[in-house]
């Protein structure tokens, strides 16, 4: 049977093919041979240990950030919360499962598989909120704390839930097919047409949306700082003639002329500091969207093979995908929860100052000296370089 005719087939037959292609790939496991076991165990165990860690330290380090608290940092909590949850409630299962078997039954499979997928969900939806909050910083840079209160932010934590549960919760309701005999299997059996909708609605859409933000974001940024460079450079020609205008009224009129040569050049030193300022604060939003464009690429790359191959295991049931392929792709996401924390110590030094202050269990008024003291170099604007 060709592909063609296997996309036209009714609904039910497309969802059985998919259960007996994954059962299939299931039951190519080999014997529980010691090298078997302890590899992935221990693989597994250290990935499980790295998630918990590193996004537990991404808890406990982004409230002490020395800047003044911003509605963002909700948002990355928001997502270290789900990876941690993913860490701590769905990896130790599912390594099990991986490893020897499936030991609570059918029911428990199911909210074990509802749950893994929620926790997924939760991650990019809070990566398309982040990427809002970024477009509104660049957009909107002087509204930015009247539009993003913590009431809004609150209400984007809320919706991203609400949306991760209504892509992820139906198959708790029924939208699924029977799973296999054997009770220490465990394979979210669902209709082909909800596998579709969750990676359209799971993943697709809401990636398409955020690269869109992203590259929005990139143009409107560049825009803005070459219309303030513009700005900045013209008042210097300015500042010469009025310069040389006050110099001249100076010799005329003595006594007040040297109050208004001071009056018009400290204005225009006014106007360019402000300039700069906003261009400080434009280039610290893209540098920010940076950081979570770097996470959004990683959660991409990381999901994609998974999202392409469990529709392709559907509808081509002659096709023979091999065990090693389906386990790449299937911890590959997973592998995705622990990289986060990385990227933030990669891109942030407010970051890595407050995280080696909790590794090292240094003491607070220490660390003060060490992250808010920070003596500017000369010739260096004095502009923070928060990433949150």
């Not at 296999?180 to 047409?193: E, G, M, N, R, W």
Request: aromatic fraction near 10%.
């Amino acid at each position: 049977m060709n592909a063609s005719t296997i996309v036209t087939t009714m609904n039910d037959n497309n969802s059985e093919r998919c259960n007996t292609t994954l059962l299939a790939i299931y039951q190519e496991e080999d014997d529980g041979s010691l090298e078997r076991i302890i590899i992935p165990g221990v693989a597994l165990s250290l990935m499980c240990i790295i998630i918990i860690v590193g996004n537990i330290f991404v808890l406990l380090v982004v409230p002490r950030l020395p800047k003044p608290r911003r509605p963002t940092r909700y948002l990355v909590m928001n997502l270290a919360v789900a990876d941690l949850g993913l860490g701590i409630f769905i990896l130790p299962l599912s390594s099990y499962n991986e490893i020897v078997s499936w030991p609570f039954g059918e029911r428990w499979c199911i909210v074990h598989a509802v749950g893994d997928s929620l926790l997924c969900m939760s991650s990019l939806y809070t990566l398309c909120a982040l990427a809002v909050d970024r477009y509104i910083g660049v957009t909107r840079p002087l509204r930015y704390n009247v539009i993003m209160t913590d009431r809004m932010v609150l209400v984007m934590v809320i919706v991203v839930w609400l949306l991760a549960s209504s892509v992820s919760c139906p198959p708790l309701f029924g939208w699924r097919q029977p799973p296999p005999d054997d009770p220490t299997v465990c394979l979210i059996t669902t209709h082909f047409s909800y596998v579709i909708e969750s990676c359209v609605l799971g993943f697709f859409l809401p990636s398409i949306v955020v690269m869109c933000l992203y590259t929005k974001i990139y143009i409107v940024a560049r825009k803005h700082i070459f219309d303030i460079s513009r700005n900045i450079i013209l008042p210097n020609k300015d500042q010469d003639k009025d310069s040389v205008s006050a110099s001249s009224f100076s010799s005329s009129i003595s006594g007040s002329s040297q109050d208004v040569r001071i009056s018009v050049v400290t204005s225009n030193c006014q106007n360019q500091a402000a300039l700069l300022k906003k261009v400080a604060k434009i280039r610290m939003e893209v540098r920010a969207a940076k950081t979570f464009g770097k996470v959004l690429g990683i959660f991409v790359i990381c999901w994609m093979p998974f999202i392409v191959l469990y529709p392709f295991g559907c509808l081509c049931s002659a096709c023979v995908i091999p065990e090693i392929a389906w386990d790449i792709v299937f911890w590959l996401g997973y592998a995705n929860s622990m990289m986060n924390p990385f990227v933030y110590v990669l891109s942030s030094q407010e970051y890595r100052k407050v995280f080696s202050r909790l590794l090292w269990c240094r003491n607070k008024s220490e660390s003060q000296v060490d992250v808010l003291n920070v003596v500017p170099r000369r010739g260096a604007t004095n502009v923070p370089s928060e990433k949150f």
